[in-house]
């Protein structure tokens, strides 16, 4: 990546002829939004009926009444469900309340204030307590830990997850690193998968810190673009059969397979991180949604039919992501300028530009009317050491409007680049 630039010799022109397609940019008073992924009102509307489920005098899951209280655990019906897709024995998922990332907030602020199973201490009560943080990552990842104070350090992302050998030389001697961020299928933002190698390395490691814990974020676990199913690697059975059963703390939701705002969340975990979660979350609540919960089973039925759902996701968004694809290899390819993720799952496409303009190119986009993700969000601090990486989330807008912003975006690319080679 570090390698890309536009050549001198063409620099001139292209300077000339981005600055020309720029003022038409500009001239057609566009107001586009690729910031952030959501799923568009189309794909809302796949799950529409749910708003009807589960319909007056159906109140019961199994045994239990779901408009009571209780049941921390949540639904057995949607547990099992999602055990089947999440790789996870039933009984060691927890469904949850509508966003994995309160979950995942629950976990280190558990962590922090009373220490996890195999700890010491609790986390607040350690000088220094350190995450590594693979990059480029979830912005939400790293504002969690800035705010609990957790210290960041980053290792490289490659196309199998994480750099694991870069990781397992951090935390071999460092007792200082109790954890690390892994969103192993489809990643945000650059759509790799963990592969069972590097999976395995990760759960196996030796760890200075006795407490260490992935925060394994399968936030796209049944999320493809194409009709190949990527699987993803079996964490907790991996760690567990390394003797590390602890070490992982799986996360997911329905966010993007129902309603991004009125999902279920999951926690799929060993049963002394169960008990230990399920503790501190008995005092926060009572139990989760449970109505809710029995919506969503009755909406699927089983695990086929989130699969089947997830297929109609992909109808609506792939021609999306093709779009970008074709666009960015029709402005840009060849230029030396960019490089971007063609992905097969998930919501992002993740684009290096020339070192030294992505903050440059989001703000010309700005000013063109088009939101970009703000520069150096993929970053732990919101610093992006190369000012080389923008995200691009085209699920939310229509398809025109996407292919319109990925030519815009395509003519700020090439504009910085021929700015940054003159200067
Ligand atoms: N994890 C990742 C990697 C994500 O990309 C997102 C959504 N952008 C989330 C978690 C948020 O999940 P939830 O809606 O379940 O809180």
Redesign the pocket.
């Known amino acids: 990546m570090t390698s890309l630039a536009l050549s001198p010799d063409v620099a001139a022109s292209v300077l000339a002829e981005q600055q020309e397609a720029y003022a038409a940019l500009q001239a057609r008073d566009l107001s586009l939004d690729v910031t952030?992924?959501?799923p568009s009102p189309e794909q809302l509307d796949l799950s529409n009926a749910l708003l009807a489920l589960p319909g007056e005098g159906n109140v019961r899951d199994g045994g239990t009444d779901t408009r009571n209280y209780g049941g921390l655990m949540g639904s057995a019906a949607l547990r099992e469900i999602f055990a089947e897709l999440l790789n996870v024995p039933v009984g060691q998922l927890l469904a949850g309340g509508?966003?994995?990332?309160?979950?995942?907030h629950n976990a280190l602020t558990f962590a922090t204030l009373f220490g996890v199973p195999g700890g010491e201490r609790p986390w607040a009560k350690e000088e220094t307590v350190r995450f590594v943080c693979p990059v480029p990552?979830?912005d939400?990842?790293f504002v969690l830990c800035e705010e609990l104070g957790i210290e960041m350090i980053t290792v490289p992302m490659t196309p199998e997850g994480p750099d694991a050998e870069a990781v397992a030389e951090l935390v071999a001697s460092d007792p200082t690193i109790k954890g690390m961020w892994v969103?192993p299928t489809h990643?945000?933002p650059d759509g790799a998968t963990v592969s069972d190698d590097v999976a395995r390395r990760l759960v196996s490691m030796p760890t200075a810190a006795p407490d260490f814990r992935i925060m394994w974020?399968n936030?796209?676990a049944v999320h493809h673009l194409t009709d190949v199913e990527t699987p993803s690697a079996d964490a907790l059975g991996l760690a567990a059969e390394a003797g590390n059963p602890d070490r992982v703390l799986l996360?997911?939701?329905?966010?993007?397979i129902t309603f991004?705002g009125a999902?279920v969340?999951f926690l799929g975990a060993s049963p002394a991180n169960l008990d230990w979660f399920t503790k501190h979350l008995g005092v926060q609540s009572i139990g989760p949604d449970k109505v809710n919960h029995l919506r969503h089973a009755l909406f699927f039925g089983d695990a086929d039919g989130v699969r089947a759902h997830m297929r109609q996701h992909a109808e609506i968004i792939a021609p999306k992501f093709e779009a970008v694809e074709q666009i960015l290899t029709e402005r840009l390819g060849g230029t030396g300028v960019a490089e971007w993720t063609t992905p097969t799952g998930?919501?992002?496409v993740s684009l290096d530009v020339v070192p030294g303009t992505a903050a440059r190119v989001i703000a010309l986009a700005k000013e063109a009317g088009i939101a970009l993700t703000p520069a150096g969000s993929t970053y732990p601090y919101g610093k992006d050491p190369l000012d080389g990486n923008i995200r691009l989330a085209p699920t939310m807008p229509p398809l025109e409007d996407v292919k319109v912003a990925m030519d815009g975006v395509a003519t700020c690319v090439l504009l910085a680049a021929a700015e940054a080679a003159l200067a």
């Not at 509508?98 to 995942?104: E, I, R, V």
């Not at 996360?251 to 993007?256: H, L, R, W, Y």
């Open positions: 952030r992924g959501k509508n966003g994995s990332l309160t979950l995942m990552g979830y939400r990842h969103v990643s945000n974020d936030a796209y996360f997911a939701s329905t966010s993007k991004a999902g969340s998930g919501y992002f």
